[in-house]
């Protein structure tokens, strides 16, 4: 009798101990948050009945976004109602739509924005088109689905002629960079332009973007020779898709150091552009390889510039020199392929 009664003690004792040991906070990878939470009958039919009048006028029914502003940066405005869906597009379309129209500030963004190396090779794109156009007038949309001049005036000021660059034109690898076919031809470039250029200038740098844009347009250019030897081309699309090469390149390079969901949204959303892009290339009139090439270039560019920030060990170290090496071997190629092969006569 005497030993069970210890046994039973000792029990009590050990379950006991075993209680306290339960109540003690563990290292467990979702907390229980249901342990904490108060009685049912213990919470407020109100829950925010205590809160100061104060804190609640400045919370209540007050929406807080970002975009990007005419200027390129981000700015964060707070409204009084959440916008909609086709809102929202049109914010992020065009930063314009953002209210007040002529705040001060909007104000020092359109200042800022004049300021920009995009907006200033927009300004010559534009003007460009307007000489062409005045030296050849606009064809029928049959010549011309893109509302513009014929080749004989964007030939003379400059267009991509594989047979005179051959013969030592070699502007031509460059000009085609600020013609355009038409109208509808610049305001789809000068769109994707000005958004993303913008944005993508205050975040590199001056330098740093100017050399990603040009070496893009001429890659384009290059390997548009290649393809399509016969066909004229203009176009900055080369350089845009080298923007986003760029941008898809520095997403990859700082993404263990960038926030998950911006990462997420930025890859997402450069792939979808360039997805897009390459699948209306190949309709005609439309430049493959004038894309396909300034989204390389601009790709390998963006990674010579971001290949310090990446997590990878050997892309840390070499990616400057591998990157140099690929970018170089890939102009050499294009150019013996264009001064070596021989063209026959269309």
Same mark, same amino acid.
């Given at each position: ?197 913008? +944005? ?109 920030? +990446? ?36």
């Amino acid at each position: 009798e005497m030993a069970k009664v210890v046994t039973l003690k000792d029990l009590e004792a050990q379950n006991e101990r075993n209680d306290n040991a339960n109540s003690r906070p563990t290292s467990q990878p979702f907390p229980n948050i249901w342990g904490s939470a108060p009685k049912p009958s213990t919470m407020s039919s109100r829950p925010y009945a205590n809160l100061d009048d104060e804190y609640e006028v400045q919370t209540r029914g007050q929406f807080q976004f970002s975009y990007i502003g005419v200027d390129g940066r981000q700015h964060t405005v707070q409204r009084n109602e959440n916008p909609g869906m086709a809102e929202m597009c049109c914010l992020n379309c065009c930063p314009c739509f953002v209210p007040p129209m002529c705040s001060p500030d909007k104000k020092n963004q359109y200042i800022d924005a004049l300021k920009s190396f995009t907006f200033v090779i927009s300004v010559i794109e534009i003007i460009l088109l307007i000489v062409a156009v005045s030296m050849g007038g606009i064809v029928s949309m049959k010549d011309n689905p893109t509302l513009g001049p014929s080749a004989a005036p964007l030939i003379t000021l400059g267009a991509k002629d594989v047979p005179l660059m051959q013969r030592g034109e070699v502007w031509r690898f460059i000009c085609p960079i600020v013609l355009h076919a038409g109208f509808i031809h610049l305001a789809f470039n000068m769109f994707a332009q000005i958004r993303f250029g913008l +944005s993508l200038e205050r975040k590199w740098g001056l330098v740093k973007f100017i050399g990603l844009y040009v070496l893009s347009g001429i890659g384009g250019v290059c390997l548009s020779s290649i393809t399509s030897p016969y066909s004229i081309g203009v176009g900055a699309s080369g350089a845009i898709m080298g923007l986003m090469g760029g941008f898809i390149a520095e997403t990859l390079c700082t993404w263990e150091i960038t926030n998950p969901q911006t990462r997420r949204l930025n890859l997402i959303q450069g792939v979808i552009i360039v997805g897009i892009t390459m699948a209306f290339s190949t309709i005609p009139y439309v430049d493959f390889g004038a894309h396909l090439g300034g989204f390389l270039v601009g790709a390998i560019i963006g990674g010579i510039y971001f290949a310090k920030h +990446s997590h990878l060990q050997y892309v840390h170290r070499f990616g400057l020199y591998i990157g140099g090496a690929v970018l170089t071997l890939y102009f050499i190629a294009c150019i013996v392929v264009i001064y070596v092969r021989p063209l026959t006569p269309q």
